[in-house]
């Protein structure tokens, strides 16, 4: 059956980390001086985050995220998303969107995790499509972690924490000029969402 069919949402879902380390991007110089990004130290702290672009015919596409700050001490233990994680943002999403939803995602461990199948099948308004191995051009999410790596995380030394987790949101709500047309497609509709 088609989403159409099933007046569903198509939802692609991918996730990313972000370190306080800066990406470096292209920038411009007086010519013979190379410029740098200083910065304090390397640190170990990221923030992973979680996206779905929500797409269906006739209503806008949206943009649903959830973020998560690793704990400050390294220790034993899972710091990234457990499956428990992503069907909480399914829920979130289909309780936002109000309709059934066609998920599609990579073949990550945890996407493919016995009680997430066991989830899907128990619930008939989810409908879980895996996407081929190594097809990041299938997914569009990945092209929003490319825009928020090349503007506004670029050339960035972050005080804390708090300041990349600041600017990832703002990147998120609003596109950099020049881009808007490109992450316009996947933008916000109810921000209460993001801050679940």
């Known amino acids: 059956m088609t989403a159409a069919a099933l007046g569903a949402f198509i939802v692609f879902e991918d996730e990313a980390g972000f370190s306080m380390t800066p990406s470096v991007a292209r920038t411009w110089g007086r010519r013979g001086h190379t410029p740098v990004v200083r910065v304090r130290g390397r640190s170990w702290r990221r923030i992973s985050i979680a996206a779905m672009c929500c797409y269906k ?27 428990r994680d992503y069907r909480d943002l399914v829920v979130r999403a289909h309780i936002q969107l109000g309709t059934p939803i066609v998920l599609i995602w990579d073949n990550l461990n945890t996407h493919r995790a016995a009680g997430m199948r066991e989830y899907a099948a128990a619930h008939d308004w989810l409908t879980i499509v895996q996407l081929p191995s190594y097809a990041p051009d299938l997914n569009p999410v990945e092209g929003i972690w490319s825009l928020l790596r090349r503007g506004p995380l670029a050339n960035i030394a972050f005080t804390d924490d708090e300041h990349l987790e600041q600017t990832l949101r703002r990147g998120l709500h609003e596109p950099p000029s020049g881009r808007a047309s490109r992450l316009s497609a996947c933008r916000v509709a109810s921000r209460a969402a993001a801050r679940g």
């Open 57 to 83: 015919p006739g209503e806008t596409s949206r943009l649903i995220y959830r973020p998560r700050r690793h704990p400050k001490r390294r220790g034993k233990g899972r710091h990234s998303f457990a499956w």
